[in-house]
């Protein structure tokens, strides 16, 4: 089965400091990996795909294929980074989109 | 382009009613998904369309059904609600296949249903 594990529902941060939104996920070929992004009163929008290997608005993600993961990092916290974060799986030859549940980032000043 | 655009923006029905939802997929997209969020957790896939056919469904009993239409816009009926069906429903366009990013899905604003 495919599923995506997100196991923080919130993330408190203060501005400036580190941040890692965990995300894990179950299937057995091999996935591609999302990190959509909802700003308050914003629609969902992708933030960034593993096979991109890109940097967007300072976050990056890596793809670790032995532990399973896919977290989202960003050095710096920035206040605009307070949002509904998703981690999703679209499993190969799909394009039915598995999220996880989502993690709520609030960075605060 | 306004993007993905849904109708209605919020819709209140009683359980046993059956419900009817819009979609508008973005300029030069042919693929529409539709997805239901519950309250605290992500969204869930229903189904897909492509070529005014369904093509993927996820778990969702036979009282979810849909169209899609000639101009690639689509609709989500849902018959004999329940009150588990209140949720927000999103729906996601795609571009076809071969072009950069097809494997992007872009989100509309969503339609939030309520059941009594």
């Known amino acids: 089965a495919q599923r995506v594990t997100q196991p923080e529902k919130l993330l408190s941060v203060f501005k400036g400091a580190p941040v890692e939104l965990k995300c894990n996920y179950s299937?057995?070929?091999?996935?591609?990996l999302f990190w959509y992004v909802q700003y308050s009163r914003q629609r969902l929008q992708l933030l960034l795909r593993h096979i991109s290997r890109e940097s967007i608005k300072g976050f990056t993600a890596d793809l670790n294929k032995g532990e399973t993961s896919f977290h989202l990092k960003k050095p710096f916290a920035q206040e605009e980074d307070s949002a509904m974060y998703y981690c999703?799986?679209?499993?190969?030859?799909?394009?039915?989109?598995?999220f996880g549940k989502g993690t709520k980032l609030t960075v605060n000043p | 382009d306004a993007g993905v655009t849904q109708s209605p923006t919020h819709l209140i029905k009683t359980r046993g009613q059956q419900v009817t939802l819009r979609c508008s997929p973005k300029?030069?997209?042919?693929?529409v998904s539709w997805y239901q969020q519950a309250l605290g957790q992500g969204p869930q896939f229903i189904f897909q369309y492509y070529e005014e056919e369904e093509r993927q469904r996820g778990n969702f009993p036979d009282r979810f059904s849909g169209h899609q239409f000639p101009n690639y816009s689509s609709e989500l009926n849902v018959n004999a609600l329940l009150l588990g069906d209140s949720a927000l429903y999103l729906c996601?366009?795609?571009?076809?296949?071969?072009?950069?990013?097809?494997?992007?899905?872009?989100f509309g604003p969503g339609t939030r249903l309520t059941v009594l």
């Open positions: 300029s030069g997209h042919d693929t």
């Open positions: 999703a799986l679209l499993p190969g030859r799909s394009e039915k989109l598995v």
């Open positions: 299937y057995s070929g091999s996935p591609e």
């Open positions: 996601a366009s795609s571009p076809p296949p071969g072009l950069a990013a097809f494997d992007e899905q872009f």
